[in-house]
């Protein structure tokens, strides 16, 4: 009886503290904040998106400071820009691949087109203090209007304004922030007069479920990152942006004051490295053959003497 | 807290009333899904459940691949669906009455098995066909383990439904993802109190459902308005009385 009585009371009290540990977990503000760590300062945060390829550079960037005697702690596929933005700004992350016109877009809003140098240059003052920018590497990962081979020729399109060609309802489909960022169907609408029937959400980030529903018809036209391997077979095609409404996006390491100089050597022998059909063969291995960042990486820091 | 009062009051704004992204519709949108998946899963799993319940045959079989069923992820089902038939509802729908499948099926023939075979028995004893007895006597009396396998498959799928946003353009789901990849909290959270909110709401229908499906002779709290015994006397034999204490 007694035991048993203690066995009772024994359970609810562990029920009782793990409530309040699950109640305290809540009551501190905003549960997905990541605490900017400034503990192990030797230690060198490297981040990524939620984007294979993205995951891909940040490994390379990873393994490239592990073989220069350095200690990485991998933050990957933290999400997409709107979430981890605020991280790298407050300092929380280190080193991160990014891309240069649509960083600068997040931060300047009104900035204007230009070459990759213009983007870059204006993109190093548009940085928050703290944080500077590596050399560009020469693979650029784009943005892009993207709409079927068979409905490019169709409807005669070649550019972005060709889509007022167009006589049936156009549906876009992508990434939920797509309707949020600069360029989304609102742009197209107020810039070139396009009317869309509507937006169909598909989450996977311009992947394979993206592909089939272009291909399919159930969406008109999607944004599809030009380094994309979906390109390769010449089933979809990224329409011309001549008034550079997507800003050249050349690979960047991002980084903050604790990239010492070795480091910064390190990531910018990467970046001269990096080469726009190295980063689609780098995607294509990750998406036709289905192979880790981790191996893709290591193969190709080896190919290429880094 | 403050976040939680963040997500109360996007849930309050007059703007989310309106337009293609209107709460209301969205809720609708949700309910609607939920329950035409929960209709057709149904359609599926009753039948073949008061089988193997009625019969007992197949029941191995049923158990093992109703867990398996279990065992699916719902978004890699989904994503598999949406490979093969394209985007919009139906790769969403597939992959929720697969998800919802199991416990109907489970309810469907344990309410049947749960019923003492004596019932069964003696319904047969005094004439009723196979038929009859299913319709007379198994199906009301196994109601209420139905119902309850249909009360579980709801809670799941109104749940689980917030994954069709991820590739069709309707219910709560749209929310999540949306506030998810702006990093708009109030709204992410705002969508998740309104699943749960429904969540919650069909848990009461349901309990209340299976309240009342509950066939008057076997409830044992209102013993009182049920007669118990004859008003004759009888012998008692067999009786737990007799067999001595327990």
Redo the contacts between chains.
């Keep these: 009886m007694f035991t048993a009585n203690r066995g009772r009371l024994a359970l609810f009290g562990a029920v009782a503290v793990g409530a309040v540990v699950a109640l305290a977990g809540c ?1 501190t ?4 904040a990541t605490g900017s760590g400034d503990s192990a300062s030797e230690t060198l945060i490297v981040g990524s998106q939620d984007y294979y390829s993205n995951e891909i550079i940040a490994e390379i960037y990873s393994q490239a400071l592990e073989d220069g005697g350095y200690t990485v702690d991998r933050q990957f596929r933290i ?2 820009r ?2 981890y933005l ?1 991280d790298i700004e407050a300092g929380g992350i280190d080193v991160f691949p990014e891309y240069t016109g649509s960083l600068l877009q997040a931060l300047e809003p009104d900035a204007a087109a230009g070459t990759a140098d213009d983007v870059y240059t204006a993109l190093e003052s548009a940085l928050p203090d703290g944080l500077s920018l590596l050399d560009r590497a020469d693979a650029s990962d784009q943005n892009s209007w993207t709409v079927s081979k068979a409905f490019a020729e169709q409807y005669g399109l070649t550019d972005i304004a060709s889509l007022a060609n167009v006589t049936e309802p156009i549906t876009v ?1 992508g ?3 797509l ?2 960022r600069p360029y989304n169907p609102e742009a197209l609408t107020a810039k070139y007069g396009i009317e869309f029937a ?7 980030g311009g992947g ?2 993206t592909v ?2 272009l291909l ?1 018809g ?2 008109q036209i999607t944004n599809i990152y030009t380094a994309s391997p979906a390109f390769a077979d010449g089933s979809i095609v990224a329409l011309d942006d001549p008034d550079n409404l997507f800003l050249p996006d050349n690979v960047v390491p991002v980084v903050s004051d604790k990239v010492d100089d070795g480091a910064a050597d390190i990531l910018n022998a990467v970046s001269a490295a990096l080469t726009e059909d190295v980063l689609v063969t780098l995607n294509a291995r990750s998406s036709n053959d289905q192979e880790s960042a981790d191996k893709i990486a290591t193969d190709w820091l080896a190919e290429a003497n880094l | ?3 939680f009062a963040q997500a109360v009051q996007w849930i309050l704004d007059p703007l989310n009333y309106v337009g ?1 992204n209107a709460i209301p519709l969205r809720v609708f949108e949700h309910l609607a899904f939920t329950l035409v998946t929960l209709v057709i899963a149904s359609a599926i799993a009753i039948p073949i459940g008061f089988f193997i319940g009625h019969t007992g045959r197949g029941r191995g079989l049923a158990v093992s691949v109703a867990g398996a069923f279990r065992a699916i992820p719902t978004l890699g089902l989904l ?1 598999l669906v ?2 093969w038939i ?3 509802l139906g790769a969403p729908f597939v992959a929720l009455t697969i998800l919802a499948i199991p416990p109907i099926l489970a309810g469907a023939y344990t309410g049947f098995e749960a019923i003492d075979r004596r019932t069964v028995d003696a319904a047969r004893a005094v004439g009723m066909s196979e038929g009859q007895i299913v319709r007379g006597v198994e199906v009301p009396l196994g109601l209420p383990l139905l119902i309850g396998g249909i009360r579980s498959a709801a809670l799941q799928v109104v749940a689980t439904a917030t994954l069709a ?5 309707i219910g709560l789901g ?1 929310y999540l ?2 506030g ?4 708009d ?1 109030a709204e992410m959270l705002g969508g998740s109190i309104l699943v749960i909110l429904l969540a919650l709401a069909l848990e009461g229908i349901f309990a209340t459902i299976q309240r009342f499906v509950v066939p008057r002779g076997v409830i044992s709290s209102r013993s009182k308005v049920v007669r118990v015994r004859s008003s004759r006397a009888r012998p008692m034999v067999n009786s737990a009385v007799e067999k001595g204490t327990q």
């Design positions: 009551a503000g905003d549960p997905l999400g997409q709107e979430v605020p489909g990434n939920s922030e309707e949020e509507g937006f169909t959400p598909i989450e996977d394979p479920l089939k529903a399919d159930d969406i | 807290m403050n976040l293609v994503t949406a490979l394209g985007i919009g946003a991820y590739i069709a353009d749209r993802f949306t998810l990849k702006t990093r909290h």
